[in-house]
């Protein structure tokens, strides 16, 4: 997937470990622009969780990655960040995104 990168580029934290849950190498920073904090849990705070992402972060762009027993794994992100992705995948570059950018409102009515 990364192949520029090596093995030990990306590795887990140890669980109870204060900091990020997968510690990046300076390489695997410039592939990966995120920061992960990651739960197994089967009952889950989510705006804690998410607040802790945030805390952790160090600046990059924070992912909650989060599973339960017997169930798929999940990411959480902002929602611009998953709009940007989106726009990637379209081939549209950074430069267009910023001069051509209309967002979808989010706020309750």
Known sequence: MFPKLHEDDIKSQTMGMSGEDIVLSPAAREVIPYSFECK????????????????NCGGRQPVLVIKRNHSRVY??????????LIEER??????????NHKRIS???K
């Open 40 to 55: 197994n849990k089967e009952r889950l705070d989510l705006w804690k969780s998410l607040e802790q992402a945030l805390t």
């Open 75 to 84: 990411a959480v992100l902002e929602f611009d960040a998953f709009l940007d």
């Open 90 to 99: 379209n081939g549209k570059t950074k430069q267009v995104q910023k001069k």
């Open 106 to 108: 989010t706020t309750n």
